[in-house]
């Protein structure tokens, strides 16, 4: 125990100055910035960094006391963020993240995006098969998130979801429309967070959802209303039926790292990818709000089928245009 208080008092004592002055040199930028340093203490402060590593690297080959390491690793975070950190202001970190980084993203795991998109529509339309040749099958599709729209009701009474919100108080309309938007928030965030259960989950959440939406349109078909439910769910559907996509594809990118991890060893490609998917999913969740937003202008403000296709496909152009005409990538992805 002596002995080791010995080396640390001699190790301070050699080293103690050059840590010091990087503290007051990080100190001082951490109040004000790169600017609150002279042309020569900027040279310097690379150096003092570098001797800080040093020092921290033989204090723990050494096993020198925890306070000392604390001390040192601290100091060492601190600086490398001064040194190596980021200068952009929030509005250039958030410009980034929408020019660049997001897009650049969905691009880096195309192909599992594709394969959510897929799992979806096939799902959809076996729900869609099913229900049309038995409607009992939209009791067990749908169930209780059928919010009292089922084969039994009228026809009158599935077109007033249509078409209400803007003629009436839209009380129904309302609840009816927020629980389908919060069903399908909550699914692309489940899709998201479940892919790294190696993505069994994610494609049992993909189905599932595909699935009610075939039955749902089956159910409005049969009733010669499938047109104008397309227009009322397109006009917001579609953005935020990509954005449960876009999910589903991240949770599945996510699952795939950890099951081919290439040349890279599973941590690293799960830390890569999951990086990569992570601004997938914050990207989508943008796409949500949106998605809000137009469904709320469809349901009580624009009641036109046509209007609410046009918007809703020009929506899914748009989007395509947006994710898919950039050539940015991202580094530290090793997947196509």
């Not at 190596?84 to 650049?104: D, K, N, Q």
């Not at 897929?118 to 076996?126: I, Y």
């Not at 927020?178 to 069903?183: E, M, Y």
Request: charge should be neutral; glycine fraction near 12%; aromatic fraction near 10%.
């Amino acid at each position: 125990m002596k002995r080791t208080t010995l080396k640390s008092s001699q190790f301070r004592k050699e080293r103690e100055a050059s840590w010091r002055e990087l503290d007051a040199l990080v100190a001082r930028m951490e109040q004000k910035s790169g600017v609150a340093l002279g042309p020569s203490e900027l040279m310097r402060l690379p150096t003092l960094y570098r001797a800080a590593l040093s020092s921290l690297s033989v204090a723990r080959a050494i096993s020198l006391d925890r306070s000392l390491l604390g001390y040192l690793e601290n100091l060492a975070n601190r600086a490398y963020f001064q040194i190596y950190g980021p200068r952009a202001s929030f509005g250039e970190v958030v410009g980034g993240f929408f020019a660049r980084s997001w897009p650049a993203a969905v691009r880096a795991i195309g192909r599992p995006i594709l394969l959510s998109i897929a799992v979806m529509l096939l799902a959809a339309l076996a729900g869609y098969w099913l229900t049309m040749a038995d409607p009992e099958w939209y009791y067990t599709l749908v169930g209780d998130m059928a919010q009292g729209r089922t084969p039994a009701s009228s026809t009158e009474d599935l077109r007033e979801v249509l078409y209400d919100g803007a003629d009436g108080d839209g009380g129904e309309l309302t609840a009816f429309s927020s629980f389908l938007f919060v069903h399908n928030s909550r699914i692309a965030l489940l899709c998201f967070a479940l892919g790294i259960a190696l993505g069994a989950p994610t494609l049992l959440l993909l189905v599932s959802n595909g699935l009610l939406l075939g039955s749902f349109f089956a159910l409005y078909a049969s009733r010669g209303l499938g047109f104008e439910l397309g227009g009322w769910l397109i006009i917001h559907g579609g953005t935020e039926l990509l954005a449960v996509a876009l999910c589903g594809g991240a949770g599945l990118a996510i699952a795939d790292a950890f099951l081919f991890p290439g040349q890279k060893t599973r941590l690293q490609s799960l830390a890569d990818r999951g990086r990569v998917a992570g601004l997938v999913a914050l990207g989508a969740v943008v796409m949500l709000a949106i998605a809000g937003v137009l469904e709320g202008i469809g349901r009580q403000v624009i009641t036109d089928d046509f209007i609410r296709y046009g918007i809703g496909l020009a929506m899914l152009a748009l989007w395509s245009l947006y994710f898919l005409s950039g050539r940015t990538t991202l580094e530290g992805d090793g997947h196509d």
